[in-house]
Each structure stands twice: as C-alpha cells, then as structure tokens.
C-alpha cells in the first residue's frame, strides 16, 4: 500500500515519495524486530533506494511526455550527484536520536517554503551553469539527509526560475532518481562494519521493504503523470503545499 501511494505522488509531484517512506518504515521497522538506534539510518537508506526505481519509472514517464528540460538536466544533474553522497556521510556523522529530529525540521522549513511560494509569483531566469551546480550540490546534501529524492527542493526552485511547473516536476524526477542512488551507494559504504544490522540487509538498506514499495510504485508512477500533464499548475502546488504541511506536522507532533 505504502508502494502504491509513493508511486502516484512521484509521478505526480515530481518526488521520490521519501517523506512518506521515512517516517512509515521509522513506524514499521521497529515492529520487524530492527534496532531503534539503527532504524533511522536504516529508514533514510531503504527511502532513497527505493526512490531510484519511483523517479526513475517516473522520469521515464515524464521524458515520454516531453516533461524534462535539459538545461537543468546538464547542470543541476552533476551538483546532486556529489551533494547526495556528502549527505550519506553527514548522515553517518549524526547521533542516532538526533537524526528524526534533523528529519521534521527540514520537511517544516519545505512546507513553509512551498507555501511562500504559492503566493509569490514573480519568477527569474535560471542563474548561470556554475550557480545552477552548486545549487544542485545543496539540493543533493539535504535530500540525503532526509531520505528524499529532492523534488520537494527542485521543483519550486525550478518553478521560481522560469521553468513551467510540468517540466520542473518532470526534471525533479529525473534529478531525483540520481541523488538517490548517489547517497544509497553512501549508506551502503557506511552502514557495511555495522554488526547488528537485520538479515536480508546491504549495509544500511533493508531489502525486504525496498522490494515490497518498488514492485507497487512502479505500477502507480504512470497514474501521477498523467494526472501531472492534465491538472492546472496552481492545483498542483497547492497539493505540493498541503502534503508537505501535512507530514511536517505528524513528524513534529
């Protein structure tokens, strides 16, 4: 079910699904007998591994519907690569318990930014290639360290520098599925000298909940973007908007 879900807001919102998936497996891990101290770690890597196949299946979709511009494919592309396997290292670097914690407020600080961003509709043109990267790099480092594939930071970025609100979510996609394997390859560099990890594991990546949510979000990733290409741009950031106050507030609450 978990699978399902995260597979229509990928395609649909141009997110990997990793702000649903962390604090469902922080939920649900546990219950499998894993370790609470180890669970968070655990919970960010599997995310991220199973947003390669929900962007990449997305973006697919997405390059099919002309939804990719490739301006920011060639420049942001290179920054999220280096920010997302920094992002796996900062990750490993910070205590166990602070790390959900480090989790709300990054999602809090993105609610409030979409939200901003509804109301500003002044846009500006994309900043120069090197900018572009280095933004990119920035993008990459937070969405590893929250286990996401940085849609919720590339769309509106993309969106406030001109690029029309179809082809920001379909860039994100793309963009997203690299970040993701970027800062996976990290946990599992990290994760591979922890003793106690569960059995069925890859360093930090569970595979037994990494198979279950890819073979359903596969599936549901063309229902997001078709409903992207058909739904009026406001309608899309205001869903944007309310799924992410929606999980700051259960993550912080």
Known sequence: MLGAIVGVLAGLLGIGGGLLIVPALLFLLPKAGIAADIAMQIALATSLS??????????????????????????????VVVGGFLGSFIADAIPAQYLPKVFGVIVLVLAIQMLLSIRNTSQKSMPSSPITMLCGSGIGVVSSLAGIGGGSLSVPFLNHHGIEMRKAVGSSSVCGSVIALSGMI??????RTVAHLPEYSVGYVYLPALLAISCASIFTTKIGA?????????ILKKIFAVFLVFIASTMLL
């Open 226 to 234: 078709r409903l992207a290409t058909q739904l009026p741009t406001p």
């Open 186 to 191: 990290g946990f599992i560099w990290h994760g």
């Open 50 to 79: 199973t947003i390669i196949v929900t962007s990449g299946s997305s973006a697919l979709n997405h390059l099919k519907l002309g939804n990719v511009d490739m301006f920011v494919i060639k420049w942001l592309m290179p920054g």
